[in-house]
């Protein structure tokens, strides 16, 4: 789907006071293709568009509209829901309505998110009360021992000619009961508060998500400072793990160890890693790998040397509570982390010279599979910029859980993806990697390549947690790639024919399908929107 740059035209000229005929004659252009462009009738883009921009005063971001791309996407969804069914509403109305009143969009999603966040906690805490034997117990122990002060009130109300020694008795009684009440009391609320942090509001996580996607997946500044920090690294020698250890202790007093599984360590920490603040410890399970390795050394250096810069990015009005902060905190804390590691210039350079190789890139560096296509999807300085990739991640269950935007390609919000996609394929061809050439419903052609890979077991008795990546480009950059080699780029009749996710997709013979088409998409409505994101927290 084309985003509503007409309408934005037509807006803006009005706004100026221009009339339809005169701003035709200033872009040197028909009044007549005025018209249809500005009903969204017409494409309009390169040195047109650049002029119509620069003679309306803003910039050509504001035209082209990659931001209200995703906004048309979330609103579809809100269209889509069972409950407003009944009002009939597609991907046209949406599209309107972000053209029009693109703030009474942003706020009918932030209404729309709040509600799912609503009936999700709720779900879960119905569940968590019918199943929860704890819950259960504590209900049962409030309710003997409500029960039993009030049997004793009653006694002592209406018995009275009680002897004081049986008063002292029920008071007593009453005392020790109602103490016991609000201890249970307490723990019960313990519980349901502990619930709600565990089950919070998924608001956080896309306010980050929205930040990243805002400012492109690119940070200037970082980039900078990362350079500056690779410089320092440098000093103690090529980069790598003993640079970055050496450089830690020197200037942070950090000791970094490497233990095998049954220290005191690993019995305590389920994770590959952990970083003991207070005494300046940073600590690795024996089967973490190598990649995982200089990439932590670079981020704990990245966060202890960068504290002032990284603060001042997550000072943002976007973030709206401390858990956002803190999560942009963690994600910008690895997007340093990639800077140092892989140095932009370079790695830029040595991607296009190698066809965006991602093994031969992984070696050159020592970096995993995932963090280097982590680090390409960041290539987005302008007039320096790589391949424009989105990025997804899933789990073995099929669960989306990071994703990068790309703007044109649509993604559910949440949840999983279309069956047909490499990033799921991969899972059956593990350790090699997927190329697929995919078409849309609307038309539109791309290419995705996948690799899953498993985190190495720290043990004999734990079982290898796989994971599967993916990276996606438009067909038209897919020959700058290795992965182009020998497929048909000019031919689409080979594609494997693809949709969002099925419940978004229109293909309503697909044999794949496994839900139904949600209400308001249909054959007559095709949708390009961008990628959601995700964290930029690579940890292995």
């Not at 932030?110 to 779900?123: C, E, V």
């Not at 519980?191 to 997946?217: G, Q, T, W, Y």
Request: aromatic letters at 8%.
């Amino acid at each position: 789907m084309r985003s509503p740059i007409g309408l934005k035209i037509r807006n803006l000229r009005k706004s100026l006071d221009f009339s339809q005929s005169g701003f035709a004659k200033i872009v040197g252009i028909s009044p007549s293709y005025l018209n249809l462009i500005e009903a969204n009738k017409r494409e309009v883009g390169g040195v047109l568009l650049q002029r119509i921009a620069a003679h309306l005063n803003v910039e050509l971001d504001l035209l082209t509209g990659e931001h209200e791309q995703r906004l048309i996407n979330d609103i579809e969804e809100v269209f889509a829901d069972p409950m407003l069914e009944s009002l009939k509403l597609g991907p046209e109305d949406a599209r309107n309505l972000v053209a029009t009143n693109p703030d009474a969009g942003a706020a009918l999603f932030r209404i729309y998110r709040g509600f799912l966040d609503a009936r999700a906690d709720t779900k879960a805490m119905s569940n968590r009360l019918q199943s929860d034997p704890l819950l259960s117990q504590l209900l049962h122990q409030m309710l003997s021992q409500i029960t039993a002060v009030r049997s004793a009130a009653e006694i002592l109300e209406d018995v009275p000619d009680l002897e004081p020694s049986q008063q002292r008795r029920f008071h007593a009684s009453v005392s020790r009961d109602s103490r016991a009440l609000s201890d249970v009391a307490k723990t019960l609320i313990g519980e349901f508060d502990r619930e709600a942090i565990e089950h919070h509001s998924i608001s956080p996580m896309r306010e980050v998500d929205d930040l990243i996607n805002d400012e492109k997946n690119h940070f200037a500044s970082l980039e900078e400072l990362g350079s500056g920090l690779r410089d320092q690294i440098l000093q103690f020698g090529a980069f790598g793990e003993n640079a970055l250890e050496n450089a830690l202790k020197e200037k942070f007093s950090v000791r970094v160890v490497r233990a095998g599984q049954r220290d005191e360590t690993s019995q305590l920490t389920a994770g590959q890693y952990h970083y003991d603040q207070d005494q300046k410890l940073m600590w690795f399970r024996g089967s973490c790998t190598m990649a995982s390795r200089q990439f932590q050394l670079s981020r704990l250096y990245a966060e202890l040397s960068g504290l002032g810069a990284l603060l001042e990015l997550v000072d943002d009005k976007r973030l709206t509570s401390q858990t956002s902060r803190r999560l942009a905190y963690r994600a910008l804390g690895s997007y340093l982390a990639g800077a140092i590691s892989l140095p932009y210039d370079q790695f830029l350079a040595d991607a296009k010279d190698n066809k965006y190789d991602l093994d031969f890139l992984g070696q050159k560096y020592s970096a995993s599979f995932e963090q280097v296509a982590h680090r390409l999807v960041t290539l987005r300085a302008p007039e320096r910029e790589g391949i424009p990739f989105g990025f997804l991640r899933s789990d073995p269950a099929g669960r989306l859980t990071k994703q990068f935007p790309l703007p044109g390609l649509q993604l559910p919000n949440s949840g999983h993806a279309c069956p047909l996609w490499a990033i799921y394929g991969a899972f059956r061809r593990p350790n090699e990697v997927v190329s697929q050439l995919v078409t849309y419903p609307d038309g539109s052609r791309y290419l995705f390549l996948a690799k899953s890979t498993a985190k190495r077991a720290a043990a004999y008795s734990q079982a290898p947690l796989y994971t599967s990546v993916m990276l996606a480009c438009d067909i038209l950059h897919a020959d700058k790639t290795v992965y182009g080699e020998g497929l048909q780029l000019s031919n689409g009749a080979l594609d494997v024919p693809v949709g969002p996710t099925c419940h978004m997709c229109i293909r309503r013979d697909c044999a794949h399908r496994q839900e139904e088409v949600l209400a308001g998409v249909d054959s007559r409505h095709t949708v390009r929107a961008p990628l959601v994101t995700g964290m930029f927290d690579v940890g292995d």
